[in-house]
């Protein structure tokens, strides 16, 4: 494990300046905290980072001061001496807001700096025929709920991250996003009109808007399975969206626009698809499609109980759901076979509606990846749910933001100073 020696000297560090010394050490401090498997005292610290007891006394100080850090109850005495406190990060400081709008639902959440949920909340809703302006009034809304959820939990919102089901370019601005019917919104021009989503923090985003499937595939990243750092993160709602993760990182492309595994055509020929083509992917494995073929069509229920009634059929064995859910793995699995082949993931996730309809969509997929993939007779390719589930975009936004009160503790520090 790599040290970071305390420099105390103006001949050593140069040009460099004692603030910014101090918030490297603050963001050292702080990184080891959160990455420590259990919590670490302050001779811990010291001796893992380098720096002397004294420096990391005043900046653990800080820490606790901050609201950032919290003393954990110290561990039973096995010797003499006092037993030494384990540093853990706090429960009562910021937390990140985790924003969604998708073709059938909104979302809210707030996650705090260790990664728990502590509030979440869906409002089901068709959001075609609704305006970019009224949906997102809705949406603010929600997060207005949420910020006095947070009040009451002792937290303080320190930034937002919004998903949208769609290719988002800079500043925010929805460039499409198809099965919304949005075309170049100004996501944060619009909710400008409405109260502030969270405190100003320096160093942090106020909003951050992103495709959802990406933030899926982070709150997947952080919550999922240890030592998981490569895998392909597949959202199933009524659009199909992929959040690609490689060596511990989300890998966005050139533009920002990777992961759209749903506009893959599964049948050139196929019927027309509302991004213009023919034959997508969403044609044959989204929710609509899923369901219309199940004979679940029409049957006016939200999105997760007609999701719900569909595993329930295919518990019994009823022949149209068991039929429209191989038929939907089959697609997928044609779809995933070709990005394992090309990116060489081995690791498979299904996330959003798709983590409910796993054991039946599972079998299939596995069942065209061995017949597809090159390299399946000596690496298999894992197929799982996600952890999170269908909150994993909102999660993931949330975390985001905790994640970069962590990485610049600094920020925040100025602010509650």
Same mark, same amino acid.
């Given at each position: 494990?790599?040290?970071?020696?305390?420099?105390?000297?103006?001949? +050593?560090?140069?040009?460099?300046?004692?603030?910014?010394?101090?918030? !490297?050490?603050?963001?050292?401090?702080?990184?080891?905290?959160?990455? +420590?498997?259990? $919590? $670490?005292?302050?001779? &811990?610290?010291?001796?893992?980072?380098?720096? *002397?007891?004294?420096?990391?006394?005043?900046?653990?100080?800080?820490?606790?001061?901050?609201?950032?850090?919290s003393e954990a109850a110290p561990a039973p005495r096995t010797g003499a001496g006092r037993p030494?406190?384990?540093?853990? !990060?706090?429960?009562?400081?910021?937390?990140?807001?985790?924003?969604?709008?998708?073709? &059938?639902?909104?979302?809210?959440?707030?996650?705090?700096?260790?990664g728990t949920v502590r509030h979440h909340v869906v409002h089901r809703a068709d959001?075609?025929?609704?305006?970019?302006? /009224?949906?997102?009034?809705? !949406?603010?809304?929600?997060? %207005?709920?949420?910020?006095?959820?947070? /009040?009451?939990?002792?937290?303080?919102?320190?930034?937002?991250?919004?998903?949208?089901?769609?290719?988002?370019? #800079? =500043? =925010?601005?929805?460039?499409?996003? $198809?099965?919304l019917g949005w075309r170049d919104v100004d996501v944060p021009g619009l909710l400008a009109d409405h109260p502030p989503l969270a405190e100003p923090v320096p160093g942090v985003p106020h909003l951050v808007v992103d495709n959802e499937a990406n933030l899926g595939a982070l709150g997947e990243l952080h919550a999922g399975p240890a030592g998981a750092r490569s895998f392909l993160h597949i959202s199933g709602e009524v659009g199909i969206g992929a959040g690609i993760v490689l060596d511990g990182a989300l890998f966005r492309g050139a533009r920002g626009w990777s992961g759209e595994i749903g506009h893959i055509p599964i049948r050139p020929d196929g019927p027309p698809c509302r991004c213009g083509g023919r034959g997508c992917l969403e044609r044959y494995a989204g929710?609509? %499609?899923?369901l219309t073929a199940a004979g679940l069509a029409g049957a006016d229920l939200p999105a997760d109980i007609a999701t719900n009634r569909l595993?329930? @059929?295919? *518990?019994? =064995?009823?022949? %149209?759901?068991?039929?429209?859910?191989? &038929?939907? =793995?089959?697609? @997928?699995?044609? %779809?995933?076979?070709?990005?394992?082949?090309?990116?060489?993931? &081995?690791?498979?996730? !299904?996330?959003?509606?798709? #983590? *409910?309809? +796993?054991?039946?969509?599972?079998? $299939?997929?596995? *069942?065209?990846?061995?017949?597809r993939v090159l390299t399946t007779p000596w690496a298999e390719v894992t197929v799982r749910p996600a952890v999170l589930g269908p909150r994993s975009a909102a999660v993931g936004g949330a975390g985001s933001v905790a994640r970069a009160i962590i990485a610049r503790p600094a920020g925040w520090l100025a602010r509650s100073g």
């Amino acid at each position: 494990m790599w040290h970071c020696q305390e420099v105390t000297s103006t001949s +050593a560090v140069g040009a460099v300046r004692q603030g910014s010394l101090r918030e !490297l050490n603050l963001a050292l401090v702080l990184g080891r905290i959160a990455a +420590a498997p259990t $919590p $670490p005292s302050r001779a &811990d610290l010291a001796a893992d980072t380098g720096l *002397t007891r004294a420096t990391v006394s005043a900046v653990v100080d800080d820490l606790i001061n901050g609201r950032l850090v919290s003393e954990a109850a110290p561990a039973p005495r096995t010797g003499a001496g006092r037993p030494a406190r384990g540093l853990v !990060l706090a429960d009562h400081g910021p937390a990140g807001l985790g924003l969604e709008v998708n073709v &059938d639902y909104l979302a809210a959440c707030v996650v705090d700096l260790a990664g728990t949920v502590r509030h979440h909340v869906v409002h089901r809703a068709d959001l075609r025929p609704v305006s970019p302006a /009224d949906a997102l009034a809705r !949406l603010a809304g929600l997060a %207005a709920g949420a910020r006095a959820a947070a /009040d009451r939990e002792g937290l303080t919102l320190a930034g937002a991250t919004l998903g949208v089901p769609g290719l988002v370019g #800079a =500043g =925010g601005l929805v460039r499409l996003a $198809p099965n919304l019917g949005w075309r170049d919104v100004d996501v944060p021009g619009l909710l400008a009109d409405h109260p502030p989503l969270a405190e100003p923090v320096p160093g942090v985003p106020h909003l951050v808007v992103d495709n959802e499937a990406n933030l899926g595939a982070l709150g997947e990243l952080h919550a999922g399975p240890a030592g998981a750092r490569s895998f392909l993160h597949i959202s199933g709602e009524v659009g199909i969206g992929a959040g690609i993760v490689l060596d511990g990182a989300l890998f966005r492309g050139a533009r920002g626009w990777s992961g759209e595994i749903g506009h893959i055509p599964i049948r050139p020929d196929g019927p027309p698809c509302r991004c213009g083509g023919r034959g997508c992917l969403e044609r044959y494995a989204g929710q609509e %499609a899923i369901l219309t073929a199940a004979g679940l069509a029409g049957a006016d229920l939200p999105a997760d109980i007609a999701t719900n009634r569909l595993a329930g @059929l295919a *518990t019994a =064995g009823d022949l %149209a759901a068991c039929g429209a859910l191989h &038929d939907a =793995g089959t697609a @997928l699995g044609v %779809a995933v076979s070709a990005v394992v082949n090309l990116l060489d993931l &081995d690791t498979v996730v !299904l996330g959003g509606g798709y #983590a *409910t309809l +796993a054991p039946w969509l599972r079998p $299939p997929i596995l *069942t065209e990846l061995s017949r597809r993939v090159l390299t399946t007779p000596w690496a298999e390719v894992t197929v799982r749910p996600a952890v999170l589930g269908p909150r994993s975009a909102a999660v993931g936004g949330a975390g985001s933001v905790a994640r970069a009160i962590i990485a610049r503790p600094a920020g925040w520090l100025a602010r509650s100073g």
